[in-house]
């Protein structure tokens, strides 16, 4: 088992992630179905309304994930309540496949009991089957399900 630690991003560190972080939001709903300019559009809509404030914007905390001295990784959650909900979570491209996500993951579920938080949630892209598929394993059950019909 991968163990990883989670460090909060400093703002100048918050300022590139966001901003890959909201591409890599545009590529995943562009593979759901969107032309990539909506995606995009939908994308900039979607983290201006999450972070109306960015890294100053209440109850959100991000982290980069480390593995010793490498970064392997990086993890956005927001806490509402006793609720985390995590928005955005990454294994570096070169990394993938060798135990990180489960690591960020379970460290995130530490956090979480650090924080007396009951619940972590997420949402997952239905053309992504392996990050379901960790997720399940992990514990998480499905609780809705979103479909859509192009016309």
Not at 13 to 33: K, N
Request: proline fraction near 4%; aromatic fraction near 12%.
């Amino acid at each position: 088992m991968t163990d990883v630690r989670l460090e909060p991003m400093t703002e100048d560190q918050y300022r590139p992630w966001r901003a890959e972080g909201e591409a890599h939001y545009a590529r995943s709903v562009a593979a759901s179905g969107q032309s990539a300019q909506e995606a995009a559009r939908t994308a900039a809509d979607t983290y201006a309304k999450l972070l109306p404030d960015e890294f100053t914007t209440p109850d959100n905390h991000f982290w980069y994930a480390w593995d010793g001295d490498r970064r392997v990784g990086f993890l956005w959650m927001k806490v509402t309540g006793e609720t985390a909900f995590v928005y955005n979570v990454a294994v570096e491209p070169d990394l993938r496949r060798r135990g990180y996500g489960r690591g960020i993951m379970l460290a995130a579920e530490r956090w979480c009991q650090e924080n007396a938080l009951t619940r972590i949630g997420l949402q997952v892209f239905a053309h992504n089957p392996g990050a379901r598929a960790l997720y399940e394993q992990l514990g998480f059950t499905e609780v809705s399900r979103n479909m859509a019909k192009d016309l």
